[in-house]
């Protein structure tokens, strides 16, 4: 016969196997620092990196990490390797100055998880190229421009140039804007186009109010 204490906890473990599915059905992350200085430069970084979860989706971010750093991905999960290889390829470019670079990740859902990413490099003047990738999980891949957005690049531009907030533009007008990827965080869609500065600079649209030019999924952004 069954303790009744023991009944109570086999019928709360029962109650709690529906939510710990789910949330194997999130990635597991961790963040690494790296930090080092030398004659005339500096390197800083911190990125999450994905440690379990589908192996399509965590191949395909563990790619796209490895193109933000500009290095090869397969360390056999040394991060600290992976980010000394970065640091390697950015002082053998010999521009000098001191590099920064932040990835983590900023949304998840049942569908699909975002990563955002930002390298500053800071000499005489200084740049940034940010990225916003989400990847499907259905399969892993990278979400296209065209996978989020149902309209006419035109009107993508148009919506850009509307969202432009304080970036300071290098261009003079919506047509010549050209965006390049998105993603999905929470509440808003962030196009990836040309700035004053930046390689990629990040253009922030509120997702409830342009919702008319999207694909829309079932309860979820995608």
């Not at 930090?35 to 979860?53: H, I, L, Q, Y």
């Not at 053998?92 to 930002?118: K, W």
């Not at 149902?150 to 432009?164: G, H, P, T, V």
């Not at 929470?186 to 004053?196: E, H, N, R, S, T």
Request: proline share 3%.
């Amino acid at each position: 016969m069954v303790k009744p204490l023991t009944r109570w906890m086999i019928v709360a473990m029962l109650f709690a196997l529906p939510s710990m599915t789910r949330a194997q059905d999130f990635l597991s992350t961790r963040t690494v620092t790296f930090n080092k200085s030398g004659k005339g430069s500096s390197f800083k970084a911190s990125v999450e990196f994905p440690t379990e979860g589908d192996a399509r989706v965590v191949s395909s971010v563990m790619k796209w990490i490895g193109f933000v750093l500009d290095t090869e991905t397969d360390f056999k999960r040394d991060y600290q390797r992976m980010l000394q290889a970065s640091c390697d390829t950015f002082t053998m470019s010999g521009q000098g100055g001191d590099r920064s670079i932040v990835i983590e990740r900023s949304y998840e859902d049942a569908n699909c998880v975002t990563f955002e990413s930002m390298v500053t490099d800071k000499g005489s003047e200084t740049w940034r190229w940010a990225d916003c990738a989400s990847f499907s999980k259905r399969d892993g891949h990278r979400i296209r421009l065209d996978e989020i957005f149902r309209c006419d690049i035109s009107d993508i531009q148009q919506l850009m140039w509307a969202y432009r907030g304080d970036l300071p533009m290098s261009v003079d007008s919506p047509e010549e804007l050209v965006p390049v990827n998105a993603g999905f965080i929470d509440g808003w869609v962030i196009v990836i186009g040309q700035a004053y500065h930046y390689t990629g600079a990040p253009y922030r649209l509120r997702y409830e109010e342009i919702d008319s030019y999207l694909h829309t999924g079932d309860g979820g952004y995608y």
